[in-house]
């Protein structure tokens, strides 16, 4: 068996690593393994590792590896040593491949691939498990062209560890084939370099998927032939889409930066990450330091956690309505720069943002609501205009463009007091300006609140769209 469960000595500084492969994006089941590893090595005061799989060197891309950083860095989780990057350990991993085989607990093996698949198809056919038979194992043979590196596999008793999450987990060994270590060209196999890597990185924790669960005691097996104690494991359930399948791209959008792109603020979809299979009590908004300070490993449930998509949205406009305006003002700029506003003044968008956050879900939703505050002219819908404005309108429009003219000081009080004067003066009612009013100041029929808009839009845009809709009106 593998470790009991437990925890190092004191003197042991805990080290956990993050090690994605480069063959796509940092997807969401990618992105909560991460933060689980990183709340974990912040709260033991440890050490958190980024370690770049990209041994697959035909599917591995420079565009994917910096996706995976952006990523990691738009979420805030900084890693205190790499990016480590397997394609330049390579040495490393021979060394340890020689010493395997000094040490008789690794052969070549010269069987060809046509062999081994014959081999295969043999047992399926006599209802075998279709594992290699050890053919070379005692053969003592040389390198060769085509020879691979195998590890002796024990082929009696059992393979198991102490999972963090699930408890003991047990292989018997004659399910277990003579593991390849090198591959003919002598690159290593995944399972090496991640042993290796790990071990030379002093890694004393690995949390991951549970999809890994089978490739676990092929690792312990490496780590026992090389004399080496064992980390503690932990594998955290897969999530699964609302349909209960395991969340793809036909759920959504998966990729981490796609959710940045969407709007969505870096402490909402932490937030809604570490909900996804870990609980504390009821509790359901952490900010960074609680999460750090009530992570537990031991609170990880068996479970798989189910995305929805709901939950991200409402704890996104939670975070939203937590920022602060000049916060929100800096994070919607490039959404608002898509939409071609280029010369943004930031004090200016962040008054916008102040009457729109109690309202948005998402950042590109909220760009979408302040176009009116920065366009030149706002139009006006033409089934707007036959609803609002009219030749009565008229009256109101200039009382109330000559009213909010005279005021010394531009807040919503001062408002209050200038249309309490209009209505007075007028005979109409609030509830009979305020449509052709809010119209003619954003182009919409709803908005926030009329005394609000007019006073993130200042004094001088509001007389400006004030006069320009008189002028339409009376153009009618």
């Keep these: 068996m593998g470790r009991n469960y437990g925890t190092y000595p004191a003197m042991v500084k805990i080290r956990t690593r993050f090690p994605p492969s480069p063959t796509g994006y940092l997807h969401i089941g990618g992105a909560r393994t991460a933060l689980f590893n990183w709340l974990f090595a912040r709260q033991q005061g440890g050490v958190f590792i980024l370690r770049i799989e990209d041994t697959d060197q035909a599917r591995s891309t420079d565009e994917a590896t910096r996706a995976i950083l952006e990523g990691l860095e738009w979420l805030g989780l900084n890693w205190d040593e790499g990016p480590f990057f397997q394609s330049q350990r390579t040495e490393i991993y021979r060394q340890f491949i020689s010493d395997l085989l000094k040490q008789d607990k690794a052969y070549y093996c010269h069987c060809s691939p046509e062999l081994l698949e014959k081999k295969r198809e043999t047992a399926r056919a006599e209802g075998r498990k279709p594992?290699?038979?050890?053919?070379?194992?005692?053969?003592?043979?040389?390198?060769?062209?085509?020879?691979?590196?195998r590890l002796k596999n024990p082929q009696t008793g059992t393979t198991g560890f102490d999972d963090l999450i699930r408890g003991p987990i047990v292989f018997p060994n004659e399910e277990l084939?003579?593991?390849?270590?090198?591959?003919?060209?002598?690159?290593?196999?995944?399972?090496?370099a991640v042993v290796v890597d790990d071990i030379?990185?002093?890694?004393?924790?690995?949390?991951?998927?549970?999809?890994?669960?089978?490739?676990?005691?092929?690792?312990?097996q490496i780590y026992q032939a090389l004399g080496r104690p064992l980390p503690f494991y932990g594998h955290v359930p897969m999530i699964l889409g609302p349909d209960k399948t395991r969340l793809s791209k036909r759920h959504g959008a998966t990729s981490v930066l796609a959710y940045k792109d969407m709007g969505f603020l870096p402490q909402a979809l932490i937030n809604y990450l570490v909900r996804l299979g870990w609980a504390h009590g009821d509790e359901e908004i952490f900010n960074r330091e609680a999460m750090i300070q009530k992570f537990s490993i031991a609170r990880v449930g068996k479970s798989a956690g189910v995305f929805n998509q709901e939950k991200l949205l409402w704890l996104n406009s939670h975070y939203i309505k937590e920022s602060t305006d000049q916060e929100l003002a800096a994070l919607l700029a490039p959404f608002l720069r898509e939409k071609g506003f280029q010369d943004l003044d930031l004090e200016y968008v962040a008054k916008c943002t102040a009457t729109l956050k109690m309202r948005s879900k998402t950042l590109k939703e909220m760009a979408e609501a302040a176009e009116f505050y920065l366009e030149e002219e706002v139009t006006y819908p033409p089934e707007a205009v036959k609803k609002s404005f009219s030749t009565q309108t008229i009256p109101w429009m200039e009382a109330a463009t000559e009213s909010l003219a005279n005021l010394a000081e531009w807040d919503e009080s001062a408002m209050e007091s200038a249309f309490t004067r209009i209505i007075d003066r007028t005979g109409a009612t609030l509830k009979q300006i305020a449509p052709p009013l809010r119209l003619a100041l954003t182009g919409k029929t709803a908005s926030p609140?009329?005394?609000?808009?007019?006073?993130?839009?200042g004094k001088e845009r509001t007389l400006e769209r004030l006069n320009r809709a008189l002028n339409y009106i009376k153009g009618l």
């Design 200 to 220: 030379t990185m002093e890694i004393t924790h690995i949390i991951r998927g549970d999809d890994h669960i089978n490739n676990t005691p092929r690792q312990v």
């Design 131 to 149: 594992k290699y038979d050890g053919n070379c194992r005692d053969l003592e043979l040389g390198p060769g062209p085509q020879a691979v590196v």
């Design 177 to 192: 084939d003579d593991l390849v270590l090198a591959r003919s060209d002598g690159s290593p196999t995944y399972h090496l």
């Design 449 to 457: 609140g009329l005394f609000e808009v007019m006073a993130a839009l």
